[in-house]
């Protein structure tokens, strides 16, 4: 009989797999693999084990690689990958791979999978010092022979080409994000007002202090507009945004901050435009959802942003950090139906090229096996 393979997933949270990997999961599992969870829990942990996924549990600590509790990090991942014995480990983020390749190489594991799931707040950063710590850190774990890098944009595909130096067999541009088309339907425009949604963490990175000052330029002009802010604080960010500051955006009469959303297709069907003014990402799911709801899309011409739009076909771009700017896409956005509608069409044809989530799993598959 074939033993059935064992995949460990490595996130860095649970509601994080819950909200971006359990549809990736479900269909692995269906191909005959079985698909164990490693992560730090919350209350959703019984919600992924009724999907048949084993959950298992560890205290990771977000915030800075600290040697000492990157030490006990690996110890804990060692003894668990000792015990399950998986084929294969694949870790999503920059802190899982770090430690889970380390993990994996410790026990003699065949084969890791790194998704590379946006470069983050540390290439932001001005910080020199620590991205030269982190490009030789990814430099060092990646390097060993059975290591593959799943990235999800064409500039992170350059940059680990270039300035991580991963050998070209060993370094894939596979989303791993694919969206379910029959999960997401096209709706006609809501009538009423027009209805910006940004759905994301609620973070300095993500432009959230542009969209601010955009709108706030746009309601001295006009008052048909809305703008909904839905997603989570994020308090162990170093760009979270403080309750402090929501609270005062709630006096504009204009926002409305909805807080955590479980059901973003029937959010998709009362807003208008989708809106992203980050300043780096990976592959952004909230504007690949909006796109498959056939929304029109604004955001900036950045890493993972721009592999979702083209400009002035399903979407507009505009620079990072740049208020003038989105003030202006938001203002063609509010008087131009036409524009809206045709883009949103657009959005919804170009994920069925580009994006289904039946061709990620079959890369993905076909990596878990070959490789």
Avoid at 214 to 231: Q, R
Wanted: charged fraction near 25%; glycine fraction near 6%; hydrophobic fraction near 40%.
């Amino acid at each position: 009989i074939l033993k059935m393979k064992k995949v460990i997933y490595f996130v860095s949270e649970d509601w994080v797999f819950l909200n971006h990997r359990i549809e990736l999961a479900k269909k692995i599992q269906k191909k005959g693999f079985k698909v164990i969870l490693v992560t730090n829990i919350t209350h959703y942990k019984n919600l992924i084990e009724k999907k048949k996924i084993k959950v298992i549990p560890i205290k990771i600590e977000r915030g800075s690689l600290n040697i000492r509790k990157s030490i006990k990090t690996i110890y804990k991942l060692s003894k668990i990958y000792k015990k399950i014995k998986p084929d294969i480990v694949h870790n999503f983020g920059l802190r899982q791979i770090i430690h889970g390749n380390i993990s994996a190489q410790l026990v003699g594991i065949k084969k890791t999978f790194n998704s590379i799931i946006g470069l983050g707040s540390v290439f932001i950063s001005r910080n020199f010092f620590l991205k030269f710590f982190i490009t030789n850190l990814l430099r060092f774990t990646l390097f060993l022979k059975n290591s593959h890098i799943l990235v999800q944009n064409k500039d992170d595909h350059i940059f680990f080409k270039k300035k991580i130096w991963i050998r070209k067999k060993n370094l894939h541009l596979n989303t791993t994000s694919g969206i379910n088309l029959k999960e997401y339907t096209a709706s006609k425009e809501p009538k009423g007002k027009i209805i910006f949604l940004f759905a994301s963490r609620i973070l300095k990175d993500k432009g959230i202090m542009e969209l601010i000052q955009a709108s706030k330029e746009l309601s001295k002009i006009t008052k048909n507009f809305e703008l909904y802010i839905a997603g989570n604080i994020d308090r162990q960010n170093p760009s979270s945004v403080s309750h402090e500051e929501i609270k005062s955006w709630e006096a504009l009469d204009y926002l409305k901050y909805i807080g955590h959303v479980n059901n973003m297709n029937d959010l998709y069907k009362k807003i208008h435009v989708s809106i992203l003014p980050s300043y780096r990402e990976g592959l952004p799911k909230g504007l690949l959802e909006a796109a498959a709801c056939g929304k029109p899309i604004i955001t900036t011409d950045v890493a993972g942003c721009r592999d979702v739009v083209i400009n002035g076909k399903n979407g507009i771009l505009i620079n990072p950090k740049n208020s003038d700017e989105l003030f202006l896409a938001m203002k063609k956005m509010v008087r131009n139906k036409r524009i809206r509608l045709a883009m949103g069409k657009e959005g919804r044809n170009f994920i069925k090229k580009n994006f289904l989530l039946e061709n990620t799993v079959k890369n993905l598959i076909d990596l878990y096996n070959n490789c």
